[in-house]
């Protein structure tokens, strides 16, 4: 971690980004601890009493079969953050529905599916931040869509105002298909206030791939309200990203320069913070079966699946074993 502070000369190759001709990166340094440190912009001193809360959407599309799905997926959600931003706290808010929200709708001309407006989001989430709050995201699976102009996006967070939506409906198998349960059969126009459209939405299969897609945009975007910005030179979570396959390609794990930023903003222990990981991994039981309060649904019995965080946690261990030496 030493080295973080000083430009990079050499790196283990895993940390370095390969283009798809296998040719090497362009030799540009990455932004070191101190650049970072020097700039007021991207400074975020917390207080201590400050809590980091993450607001779960559940009802802009559930996250799951039943309603009892949806909230153990958000648990694992926040169970991920808190290992990742480690020290902080996450808070689970009340769900809130669209109509709850008043944004702007559409459907999708590409894919006929239904989007809903991010900006609009956005502003209602801030009128909503309670005051100990450090940021408030909310999460769905509805597709986004910036402005007019703009085929989707898959969050957007307002860095000054501490505040983020993020969509997961792309990173659904069935999406781009014609069985998918959000398309609009019949395109129709809508009025603006008429939100009864939205009732009965997609309900993904939950899947390690999706639970993994998930913890990856969620704990990027929110990274950038942390002050991180976009790594271009090593293979690290911050690495930009514009379709899916692209998003697909970078780690789980921040490289080490980002990783010495974050830990300058929240303040945790490198060695508690991997070992809160790899806790979060290895626990996959969760309560035998679980029935959602004053509801009718039969309990389900659920396992957090972590098949895909495989090479996330090798990577943590070899950080273990150097931390050892």
């Keep these: 971690m030493k080295r973080s502070i000083q430009p990079v000369i050499s790196l283990d ?6 283009s798809q001709t296998g040719s090497p990166p362009t030799p540009r340094l990455p932004k070191t601890l101190n650049s970072f440190s020097m700039m007021p912009a991207e400074r975020y001193h917390l207080q201590r009493s400050k809590r980091f809360i993450c607001s779960p959407l559940v009802c802009f599309g559930s996250l799951g079969n039943t309603r009892v799905v949806s909230e153990e997926y958000i648990k694992w959600l926040k169970g991920y953050c808190e290992a990742f931003f480690y020290g902080l706290t996450v808070k689970l808010l009340e769900p809130v529905s669209v109509s709850a929200t008043r944004c702007s709708f559409r459907v ?3 894919t006929q599916n239904l989007q809903i407006h991010a900006g609009h989001i956005l502003k209602f989430l801030k009128k909503k931040k309670p ?3 450090f940021c408030v995201v909310g999460v769905t699976m509805i597709d986004l869509y910036p402005r007019d102009s703009w085929n989707f996006v898959f969050g957007q967070a307002s860095l000054t105002d501490g505040v983020g939506i993020f969509s997961f409906a792309r990173y659904g198998q069935d999406f781009y298909s014609s069985h998918y349960e959000g398309k609009v059969k019949k395109p129709r126009r809508t009025s603006s206030s008429d939100y009864s459209i939205f009732d009965n ?3 993904p299969e939950i899947t390690s791939i999706l639970l993994l897609r998930s913890c990856k945009t969620l704990t990027h975007e929110l990274g950038h309200i942390f002050g ?5 030179w090593l293979a690290c979570l ?3 990203s514009n379709h899916l396959e692209e998003a697909d390609r970078r780690p789980l794990n921040l490289c080490p320069i980002c990783l010495r930023k974050l830990q300058s903003a929240v303040g945790f222990n490198i060695v508690e913070r991997y070992q809160a990981l790899v806790r979060w991994m290895d626990d996959t039981s969760t309560d035998t079966r679980v029935t959602p309060k004053h509801s009718r649904e039969k309990s389900v019995s659920l ?3 972590v098949e895909a965080f495989k090479e996330c946690k090798e990577w943590i261990i070899k950080c273990f074993a150097v931390l050892q030496k």
């Design 108 to 110: 999708n001309d590409h």
């Design 238 to 240: 911050m690495q930009g």
């Design 13 to 18: 190759l895993l940390l370095c980004i390969h």
């Design 201 to 203: 939405y997609y309900v």
């Design 303 to 305: 396992q957090k699946p």
């Design 131 to 133: 005051e100990d709050a």
């Design 228 to 232: 991180l910005r976009h790594c271009q």
